[in-house]
């Protein structure tokens, strides 16, 4: 069709609602889209089919219970939501957890990261038409929820972090089961690379496609890995150290393009430099309690003393009950860390009393997702699930 | 043909119990899956729990393509007219299951905006446990509901209305 | 050194519409009065602090402070990385603020949260419409006052059957 046809053809302006029950969104995103032919001309995302009150809820649980809620946020890495809410606690307290609980954090965060990497990859593989990176994902996730299951007691809603340490140690024999599961993960890392870096569908899909320049990183306050896809040198965990990242030594990753596929390659290498933090913690940990004194008013005593001595049990329910409970200073805190998704930050408000005043989480899932119609604009329809699942939205974080 | 040949040979059903065979046996579902269950749900569909042992792999992601409805995770009140649009859509015969403790009673979250079961607004005919329940748990919801299909009557159902 | 001199330096400039500057922990907090928070906030991200990490809002109701509503905005220096939170107060009636969102793009969907959950509308925000919550939605349900389980809006639903061929009860096994 020569230029002067294709002028004459009138072509009507299409509106198409995408989701919210829709595979590629993963549950709860809805899109609305105007198209011109494939051509989206505008998209104008409509978010909030999964609010379900956190923050309210925050109000009303105490330090400790609210760690329970922080699972159910970005439920790909529930642990990093769990340290990230411990840490702010923390602050808020002036407590300093001891050195082998915070090596044990940084251990799970990086397995976590890892998980979520995977499955971001794997889904944006799959609502790209490449089923198999996905099963290859999946089967390595299910080998690190083992790993989970056995510190943890579940597979996916953690809470493994308490206000003050940790809910209890490793078990016995825990660092040789990720010894042995760190070289599958290389395979497999090894297995996706191959299947897509050089595969030519994958390129075309990807490549250009959904950029995010730097100063819109900035202006839209991206975060993460798809903020260092754009070439934003701020990784959290080196510049603004928690938990002593400052004593383990890796790579940040920085991308030059900003499109979907460095997005990809950011993570898969993320994901090496994962890998290198997590043999480091591994030699380095220390041993030692994993919790600070129940002294200090903050933490539950031991178990054995509770059932076995009166000032165990007088204290455990002083710690519980409702009309007692820890008591925090009047203040606010807000400790930024980096999620597998961006900056994830907790920003609590104390009144004095044994329930947060205000718990406001910083969600990086929102704020990468605002970007979104501002990047889409001029691509055509197929793109826009190549550029969701780049983004890696989370809906229960998006909307909490 | 003698006697035994034709013994042999044939199987004599009723044509209740072979539909509700050929039923329970290709589940075709529609996953709902809002939040965190819907991760649990991904996990039963990849290697290591493997639904397709069980029949219920073909995912369709229509609801007029697909028999039963697995709602996993929490559903708001901005989603609920959603998920009942979606469940009307879906053609009879179908099924409910609702997933995880958030889907049947609203689990932790007694808020504002989060349902307190989905139950109160549409038919469910299975509840798995569980926060999220765990795949083999998932499985055994399935496994349910293929032995309460198993035991279906046609005269259960009353014919469409003429009017 | 770079905050220390950045802060008395906006304090001059701005010194009838700083309230305090306060330091918990090592987070200084500049409080402010709703009003003028752009041009607080433009003099801030000219001197270095270019990223706005987090705009959201505190009810006062209960605790207490200059005024009922505090927008609270969490902003960062890449270069130095250092952080600073800026709290405009606005007052409980009419509670209105400029919108930041010619400075940062980041702030339209976030002061639409902010709208949407404690009522603080922005002067100046292209598309200030509930983002959360349902549009027929009444009330702010992050206010103190708003209860925690709602005002019956999870319960007004239609009750739905099945459609085609009503199922009259199973058969018991
Ligand atoms: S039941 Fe638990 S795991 Fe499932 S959606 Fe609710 S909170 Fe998440």
Redesign the interface.
């Known amino acids: 069709m020569t230029v002067d046809t294709m002028k004459q053809i009138e072509t009507e302006k299409m509106v198409i609602n995408f989701g919210p029950s829709h595979p590629a969104t993963h549950g709860t995103l809805r899109i609305i889209l105007e198209l011109d032919g494939e051509k989206v001309l505008k998209a104008t995302p409509e978010i909030g089919y999964l609010h379900s009150g956190f923050e309210k809820l925050g109000e009303h649980l105490d330090y400790n219970q609210y760690i329970t809620i922080t699972d159910r946020m970005n439920y790909l890495s529930p642990l990093c939501n769990n340290v990230a809410y411990a840490l702010s606690a923390e602050k808020l307290m002036d407590i300093e957890v001891p050195k082998r609980a915070q090596y044990i954090r940084v251990l799970m965060c990086e397995l976590s990261r890892i998980a979520d990497h995977l499955l971001a990859v794997g889904m944006q593989a799959v609502d790209l038409g490449a089923m198999t990176v996905f099963l290859y994902g999946f089967r390595l996730r299910e080998d690190i929820y083992d790993l989970f299951e056995m510190a943890t007691g579940t597979r996916l809603t953690t809470s493994y972090t308490r206000v003050g340490g940790l809910m209890r140690d490793l078990p016995e024999g825990f660092d040789k089961a990720v010894l042995q599961l760190l070289p599958n993960v290389v395979n497999v890392v090894d297995d996706i690379e191959t299947l897509l870096n050089k595969n030519r569908i994958w390129h075309q899909r990807t490549k250009g496609v959904g950029v995010i320049t730097k100063e819109d990183a900035i202006s839209y306050g991206i975060s993460g890995p798809q903020a260092r896809a754009s070439g934003i040198d701020w990784d959290i965990r080196e510049k603004e150290p928690y938990s002593r990242y400052d004593d383990f030594d890796f790579d940040v990753i920085i991308g030059l393009n900003g499109d979907v596929f460095d997005r990809y390659l950011v993570r898969m290498e993320e994901i090496r430099q994962s890998i290198k933090i997590c043999y480091q913690t591994l030699d380095k940990m220390p041993e030692g309690e994993v919790n600070i004194d129940a002294d200090s008013g903050y933490i539950l005593p031991p178990m054995d003393e509770v059932y076995n001595s009166i000032e165990g049990l007088i204290y455990h329910f002083e710690n519980i009950m409702p009309n007692r409970g820890m008591e925090p200073p009047i203040g606010e805190a807000y400790v930024p860390t980096e999620s597998p998704n961006g900056e994830l930050g907790f920003y609590i408000v104390s009144d004095g009393t044994r329930t947060p005043y205000r718990v406001r989480t910083r969600p990086p899932s929102l704020i990468n997702y605002s970007i979104f119609s501002k990047i889409i604009e001029g691509h055509m329809i197929a793109d826009v699930v190549a550029i969701l699942g780049s983004l890696n939205i989370i809906a229960g974080e998006l909307d909490r | 043909m003698d006697r035994r040949e034709i013994k042999s040979n044939f199987l004599t059903t009723t044509v209740e119990s072979a539909v509700n065979w050929a039923r329970k046996n290709s589940l075709w579902p529609m996953p ?5 269950c ?3 749900l ?2 039963v569909l ?3 729990s493997d639904i397709a042992r069980f029949g219920a792999e073909a995912i369709r ?1 229509s609801p007029r393509q697909s028999d039963l409805l697995i709602v996993a ?2 559903i ?7 998920l ?1 649009r ?3 859509q879906m ?2 015969p ?1 099924w409910v299951i609702s997933m995880g403790a958030c889907a049947s009673s609203g689990g ?9 079961g989905i139950d ?4 469910v005919d299975i509840y798995i446990p569980g ?2 329940p ?1 795949p083999e748990g998932i499985l055994d919801g399935l496994i349910k509901l293929q032995k ?1 299909i198993e ?3 046609f ?7 003429s009017s | 050194m770079f905050l220390q001199n950045l802060i008395t330096k906006v304090t001059e400039q701005f010194s009838d519409s700083i309230l305090d500057t306060t330091e918990f922990r090592g987070e200084t907090v500049l409080h402010i009065k709703g009003e003028c928070v752009l041009e607080v906030l433009e003099v801030l991200k000219s001197e270095g602090f270019h990223f706005l990490a987090d705009l959201t809002a505190v009810d006062n109701l209960e605790m207490g402070g200059f005024e009922r509503y505090s927008v609270v905005y969490h902003l960062l220096n890449h270069g130095n990385g250092e952080r600073l939170v800026v709290k405009a107060y606005v007052p409980e009636n009419n509670p209105n603020l400029p919108s930041v969102e010619s400075l940062w793009k980041t702030a339209d969907w976030q002061e639409r949260e902010v709208y949407d959950l404690f009522g603080i509308t922005f002067d100046g925000h292209p598309n200030l419409i509930r983002i959360m919550n349902p549009d027929d939605f009444k009330g702010h349900p992050l206010r103190k006052d708003y209860p925690r389980i709602g005002k019956g809006e999870r319960k007004d639903f239609p009750i739905v059957e099945r459609n085609i061929g009503t199922k009259i009860g199973r058969s018991e096994s």
């Open positions: 709902f899956g809002t939040a965190c819907g991760v649990e991904m996990a990849a290697a290591r992601f995770g929490r708001t009140i901005k989603m609920m007219p959603v009942q979606i469940y009307q053609p009879e179908k932790v979250f007694d808020t504002y905006s989060v349902i307190q109160q607004f549409i038919p926060c999220p765990r309460l035991k279906e009557k005269s259960d159902y009353s014919l469409p209305n």
